[in-house]
């Protein structure tokens, strides 16, 4: 029987469309960073229906939740020659490293040269005690407040897998006054010998669409996909 060969227009195909959507990540990101200007007063205008919709929206959930969360989860396996000791200084300080004393070039340059980059539906940062951040949740532009320092509840530290080297978890507020909880994260990083292996963990109150937690997950695995790329090049490392 004759040994088939592969049709050399499908591998054409596929190419064309990797790079149409190459080309129309880098358009959204330059529109982008026009719009955030010096500030990012003027994304923040745009925005503002549909950020204030989503407080409402999560806010709702959460008061009809009676405390209950649940989670999903997925695991990325990375391939390469970053392993956590390279990553960890850098993903530990991320947000740290931003505070109200951070002179704004360097706000703006952290703004377009890593957050923008790491996902499409990164929008704004804000500074105050705790970083404040403007993404996709759910499927609506949505701004929270983070807080990486608070210890996490038993039914996050739970799932704590020690085989992992090191570990984040957080909470995201809706608001400053640290009220109104919109998810939690647990994210874990180990070393696997031709890589890194990462578990992201998110729980949003239980009465939130299903939707709320898959794309949330799906999120964190674009964002850290290429935030790793990202740092590798940092690193001058393929």
């Given at each position: 029987?004759?040994?088939?060969?592969?049709?050399?227009?499908?591998?054409?195909?596929?190419?064309?469309?990797?790079?149409?959507?190459?080309?129309?990540?880098?358009?959204?990101?330059?529109?982008?960073?026009?719009?955030?200007?010096?500030?990012?007063?003027?994304?923040?205008?745009?925005?503002?229906?549909?950020?204030?919709?989503?407080?409402?929206?999560?806010?709702?959930?959460?008061?009809?939740?009676?405390?209950?969360?649940?989670?999903?989860?997925?695991?990325?396996?990375?391939?390469?020659?970053?392993?956590?000791?390279?990553?960890?200084?850098?993903?530990?300080?991320?947000?740290?490293?931003?505070?109200?004393?951070?002179?704004?070039?360097?706000?703006?340059?952290?703004?377009?040269?890593?957050?923008?980059?790491?996902?499409?539906?990164?929008?704004?940062?804000?500074?105050g005690n705790m970083t404040g951040v403007t993404e996709t949740l759910g499927g609506i532009p949505t701004r929270t407040?983070?807080?990486?320092?608070?210890?996490?509840?038993?039914?996050?530290?739970?799932?704590?897998?020690?085989?992992?080297?090191?570990?984040?978890?957080?909470?995201?507020?809706?608001?400053?006054?640290?009220?109104?909880?919109?998810?939690?994260?647990?994210?874990?990083?180990?070393?696997?010998?031709?890589?890194?292996?990462?578990?992201?963990?998110?729980?949003?109150?239980?009465?939130?669409?299903?939707?709320?937690?898959?794309?949330?997950?799906?999120?964190?695995?674009?964002?850290?996909?290429?935030?790793?790329?990202?740092?590798?090049?940092?690193?001058?490392?393929?």
């Amino acid at each position: 029987m004759p040994t088939p060969v592969p049709d050399p227009r499908g591998s054409v195909k596929v190419e064309a469309i990797t790079n149409q959507l190459n080309q129309a990540r880098v358009d959204i990101l330059k529109l982008k960073n026009q719009l955030y200007g010096q500030d990012g007063q003027a994304l923040d205008h745009l925005l503002q229906k549909e950020t204030a919709n989503a407080s409402e929206i999560l806010t709702t959930c959460f008061d009809n939740s009676n405390g209950i969360f649940r989670d999903g989860y997925a695991i990325i396996k990375m391939t390469g020659k970053l392993n956590t000791s390279m990553i960890r200084p850098l993903l530990t300080t991320m947000f740290h490293r931003i505070d109200t004393s951070t002179p704004p070039p360097t706000i703006r340059e952290f703004i377009h040269g890593f957050f923008f980059p790491s996902h499409p539906e990164h929008y704004q940062l804000y500074l105050g005690n705790m970083t404040g951040v403007t993404e996709t949740l759910g499927g609506i532009p949505t701004r929270t407040y983070l807080d990486l320092l608070s210890p996490a509840p038993d039914f996050v530290m739970q799932d704590r897998d020690l085989s992992y080297i090191f570990s984040n978890a957080g909470r995201a507020y809706l608001d400053h006054d640290n009220k109104t909880t919109a998810s939690w994260t647990l994210q874990q990083f180990k070393d696997t010998g031709d890589g890194i292996d990462i578990n992201l963990r998110v729980w949003y109150p239980a009465a939130c669409p299903d939707n709320y937690i898959h794309d949330h997950v799906e999120h964190l695995c674009i964002e850290y996909r290429n935030s790793l790329r990202l740092i590798a090049a940092l690193l001058g490392i393929e």
